[in-house]
Structures are given as structure tokens and as C-alpha cells.
């Protein structure tokens, strides 16, 4: 039979439950488990405080069964996108323009986000399908950890099948992207290096001026203020690396007004109905 602990004269607690209450064998297991859970760790990546550049990698934000959870949810993502009416939400490789010329993206891409948005890139411009329950969720769950009280309104998802598949070195400063806000991206499944570097070419002094970090399973990289302004970033091609990696870049777009439909003026009633009364507001002439 398994003893039980007393701990007289202290309130001590381990994940909620009273020590007191636990057996040794559980109280054993439990402290193994936490040992060997990662814990959250915050370190900065880039910091000028000047020119308002912040970039801070969270690593485990996610917990190594949120991110199991999370790369299942991805491996199956196509079947979200029946719920739009374009292809936006289904992972695949796009066609973009490059100084005239067609290439497909050396990777696979998504959106899903609020009603409207989209996201424009070397020529070609990706529609988001509508949120599915697992991604409100997380963009959510991203976002109180960031203290943003903002909700995120769109999610750009890459997929990379392995190491041979990349993104070249690129700023996310395009007119479709509140400047300023913070672009939160969270990676998946195998790691990979990514990087950043000056974008302007006097400030880059040979290979030490390019920063790496290494996102794993479950890391949270944010990329705040005037990051995008001043700095761009790419994920290298790699031999090392050959299982599948997804990363998700929650993102603040500005959302079009929606377009007004002109409306065809009617014709001059030609017998007016006698009881017709004569509008007082403009909405009741919208009643019409
Ligand atoms: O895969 C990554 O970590 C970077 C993705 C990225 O740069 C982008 O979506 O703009």
C-alpha cells in the first residue's frame, strides 16, 4: 500500500493539490515531471531602444504537448479552407512575381484571419479563409502573453517540408501591415536558424552583423516597434534539418473599408401611392 506524506505545520502544494494528499510514488512522479518540463525562458535577440527595434524569443511558450497538439492541427489544415470560397487557406505554393518573372515560393503558404483581410506579396495577394475554433484560440492565447490588448485579425501560415525549402531575406513592411505593430511568430515541428540583419547594407560589417536564433518546437519569437522599419529577416536553406517545420505569424493588417455598391437609382414612381409618407431620416429612405 502506498504511504502517505504529512507534512505537519506546512501548506505546501504542488500543482494545486496539498502535498499532504499525495502518496510518495506520486509525489516522486510529479517532481520528475517538473524537473523535466522545460520551463519558459525570455531572452532578447535585438534590442535599439533609439530607433524602437525589439525583438524577444520566447522559448517553450508552448508546452511540448500544445505544440504535439498544434503540428497535428497543422498536418490536416486544407480541411479549414472549405469554409472559404478561395484557395487562401490551403497550404500551398504560390506564384509571385520577381522584376517581371513568375517563381513559385520555395514553401508552402496559408492565411486564415478576420472577414476582409488579405496580405499582399511580390505581386500576388493572398485572401484569408475564416478562422478555425483552434486558431482563435491560440491568437488569443499569443496575444495575452504579449499584453497586447489588440486582437490579432490575421495569421500567415508557412510550412517548410524540410530543410531544402526557405524564405529569402525579406522585411514584413508592406502596405497591408499596421507599421509599428508587433508581428508574433510561433514555430513548430522541427528547428530551424532564422535570421535578421540590418536592412541597410552600410550598417552590415561582414557575418557578425546578422543575428541567429535557433526556433524549436513550441518557440514564440516577437517582433515589436520598428523592427521591420529597420531590420530584415530569412530562414536559410539546411542539410541538417529534415522533418517538416510550420511557422505562424500573427499579424495587425489594416482591414479595407468595405466597398459601397453604387445604387441604381429607381425610377420616378409614376403613380404614387396616396398613403406614402415623406421620409424624416436618411435611413428610412433606405427602407425603401
Ligand atoms: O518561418 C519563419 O520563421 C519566418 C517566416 C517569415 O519570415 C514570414 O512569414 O514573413
Request: hydrophobic share 30%; with cysteine.
Amino acid at each position: 500500500m502506498a504511504r502517505e506524506i504529512v507534512i505537519k505545520g506546512r501548506n505546501l502544494n504542488i500543482l494545486g493539490i496539498p502535498c499532504h494528499l499525495l502518496s510518495c510514488e506520486k509525489l516522486h512522479m510529479l517532481k520528475q515531471i517538473l524537473r523535466s518540463a522545460p520551463t519558459q525562458k525570455t531572452t532578447r535577440v535585438l534590442r535599439d531602444r533609439e530607433r524602437d527595434v525589439n525583438v524577444q524569443h520566447h522559448t517553450h511558450f508552448l508546452t511540448k504537448n500544445e505544440a504535439d497538439t498544434l503540428l497535428a492541427e497543422l498536418k490536416t489544415l486544407d480541411k479549414y479552407n472549405l469554409m472559404a470560397d478561395h484557395d487562401g487557406g490551403q497550404l500551398k505554393q504560390r506564384v509571385l512575381r520577381f522584376y517581371g518573372k513568375e517563381v513559385v515560393t520555395p514553401r508552402q503558404t496559408a492565411a486564415f484571419g478576420d472577414p476582409g483581410t488579405s496580405y499582399r506579396f511580390s505581386g500576388q495577394r493572398q485572401r484569408a479563409a475564416p478562422w478555425p475554433p483552434f486558431l482563435l484560440e491560440l491568437k488569443q492565447q499569443v496575444a495575452e502573453f504579449l499584453g497586447e490588448e489588440k486582437p490579432f485579425n490575421f495569421v500567415l501560415i508557412n510550412e517548410y517540408k524540410d530543410g531544402s525549402q526557405t524564405i529569402g531575406w525579406h522585411a514584413d513592411d508592406e502596405r497591408d501591415i499596421e507599421p509599428g505593430s508587433v508581428i508574433a511568430s510561433l514555430s513548430v515541428g522541427d528547428e530551424r536558424d532564422f535570421r535578421l540583419r540590418p536592412k541597410d547594407p552600410s550598417e552590415r560589417h561582414g557575418r557578425s552583423t546578422t543575428t541567429s536564433v535557433r526556433l524549436r518546437h513550441g518557440d514564440l519569437l516577437a517582433m515589436h516597434g520598428n523592427t521591420q522599419k529597420h531590420y530584415e529577416h530569412s530562414v536559410p536553406r539546411t542539410k541538417k534539418h529534415r522533418k517538416p517545420r510550420y511557422n505562424l505569424t500573427f499579424r495587425h493588417m489594416n482591414v479595407p473599408p468595405p466597398k459601397t455598391r453604387k445604387r441604381k437609382r429607381s425610377p420616378e414612381p409614376i403613380d404614387p401611392l396616396p398613403t406614402a409618407k415623406k421620409p424624416r431620416h436618411s435611413k428610412d429612405i433606405l427602407m425603401y
